[in-house]
């Protein structure tokens, strides 16, 4: 399989993207209005899924193409959209992901190579010495066409089972080949590409659970053999049955401290209005908090096109509206305003000072932590900010550095000490310890205002 006849060569898409880069950068330093050019203020992608046959709606793409910097094909690069019979491979709605992104300038991350499910049948009925080739030449197929187009691939998704055991999922390839065809998967894809870094993906790992357990023993397993593997994909798909861990940052830390990269991969949270704003946050400050999260990618655009389009869990709504966890999302990337309607208070050119304020926990132990609140100023220039924070009913500020704290109940409002004054677009910050009592769970940092 050779590489498909591209109309842009690897070297002019290399450059491509670092040129888009140095614009999010720059744009960034402007004015961080949009999910892709905060997150690169924050050295982070910020993606999305994508569906092929949406892309001729005006108001998908043009969402699409302000706010994302990364998109993975939603199913265009599964096996059944991809090689439906043996050695035959389509690219033709993947393909035309690929392009969009590139002509715009966004990475794309490759999903999925080897993965149990939308599998073509003809897979399943191989026996064991066949399969492995087959999957050998599946993996080369996909990352021959798209040599140097990917950022990251998922090249085995969810080979673990749900439930207390930390056992293996049933599959052709688990049940013929046994636990090594990961293994071989990887070293695959590592021949095939070894300019893409190489993911395991699952989901209900985002916490420390025994599945997460069983994915963390096979990454130390694989970095201390030498088995090339780069990253691990956290789909992060949460409702009410499965909230946001509160041990998510701690769960994305220790992969990280095994060496490998951390990656948001199909995030959604079922909800609505500011708890599922706040539920959004906390998840975004989780990947800021680890400085191997590289990255974050919603699964789709606009609520109406979600797998879980009942529990409306994206950032957009049905009309392509910012949803309050769209705002949420910005101001934790520490980014602000909204390009579409300048003028509205708050925003650039209506001569009105404000402020975001973004929370991270920077420092944890068993009975407590240190919070960081970061004040940025708006368009204008900031003379006074105040900022509340709600903290979990149990836990209780011991101490409170470059802010003057009142209380009410369980509710801070901070004013500055000696840092009020700000430049257009300048920070300043102030620091808590906090003991947790009981409570791991992150305070909720409301509106900033300023004067
Ligand atoms: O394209 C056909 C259409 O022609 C047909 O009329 C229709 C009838 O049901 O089906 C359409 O295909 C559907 C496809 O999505 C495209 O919309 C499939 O039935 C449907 O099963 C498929 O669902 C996808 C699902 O993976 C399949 O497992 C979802 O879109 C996709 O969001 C979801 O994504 C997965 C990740 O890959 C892995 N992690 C979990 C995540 C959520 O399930």
């Not at 101001?331 to 300048?342: H, I, K, M, R, Y």
Request: net charge negative; with cysteine.
């Amino acid at each position: 399989m050779s590489m498909r006849l591209r109309r842009l060569s690897r070297a002019a898409t290399a450059g491509l993207v670092a040129a888009a880069a140095l614009t999010a950068a720059a744009h960034s330093a402007e004015a961080a209005d949009t999910l892709g050019s905060a997150a690169a203020g924050q050295g982070r992608y910020f993606g999305t899924a994508v569906a092929a046959s949406h892309l001729g709606e005006a108001d998908y793409t043009a969402t699409l193409d302000r706010e994302f910097s990364s998109v993975t094909p939603e199913n265009e690069m599964k096996w059944d959209a991809t090689e439906p019979s043996r050695g035959t491979f389509t690219f033709t709605s993947a393909d035309r992901i690929v392009d969009h992104a590139q002509s715009q300038g966004m990475d794309v991350r490759g999903h999925t190579l080897v993965w149990h499910s939308q599998l073509p049948s003809w897979v399943g009925s191989l026996g064991a010495s066949d399969l492995r080739t087959a999957m050998k030449d599946h993996i080369n197929g996909l990352m021959g066409h798209y040599k140097g187009e990917i950022h990251s691939w998922d090249v085995v998704n969810e080979a673990f089972q749900d439930g207390g055991s930390g056992a293996r999922r049933g599959s052709p390839f688990q049940d013929k080949l046994g636990d090594g065809f990961i293994e071989e998967a990887f070293r695959t894809a590592r021949a095939a590409d070894p300019a893409a870094k190489l993911c395991y993906n699952d989901y209900n790992t985002d916490g420390v659970n025994a599945k997460s357990n069983a994915v963390y023993d096979m990454v130390k397993d694989f970095k201390s053999r030498g088995v090339p593997i780069d990253c691990v994909g956290f789909q992060s798909h949460f409702n009410s049955n499965s909230p946001v861990p509160s041990d998510y940052r701690q769960n994305l830390q220790r992969f990280a401290d095994l060496g490998v990269d951390v990656q948001i991969t199909e995030l959604d949270i079922e909800g609505s209005g500011s708890a599922q704003a706040a539920d959004y946050t906390k998840v975004v400050e989780a990947c800021l908090a680890v400085d191997r999260c590289t990255g974050m990618t919603v699964w789709g655009v606009t609520d109406k096109y979600s797998w879980r389009s009942g529990g409306t869990p994206l950032l957009f709504d049905g009309t392509y509206q910012e949803k309050p966890a769209y705002d949420a999302v910005l101001s934790a990337l520490g980014g602000s305003g909204d390009p579409g309607d300048p003028g509205e208070p708050g925003e650039p050119g209506d001569g009105t000072a404000s402020c975001t304020a973004t929370y991270t926990r920077t420092a944890d132990w068993n009975s407590g932590y240190n919070g960081q609140v970061t004040i940025t100023a708006g368009d204008e220039p900031v003379s006074a900010w105040t900022v509340t924070v709600t903290l979990p009913a149990q836990q209780s500020v011991s101490s409170l550095w470059n802010g003057t704290p009142t209380w009410s109940g369980n509710v801070m409002t901070v004013k500055p000490s000696w840092n009020g004054t700000l430049a257009a677009g300048a920070s300043t910050s102030f620091g808590f310890t906090a003991a947790k009592n009981g409570s791991d769970a992150a305070p909720a940092v409301g509106t900033c205002t300023a004067s």
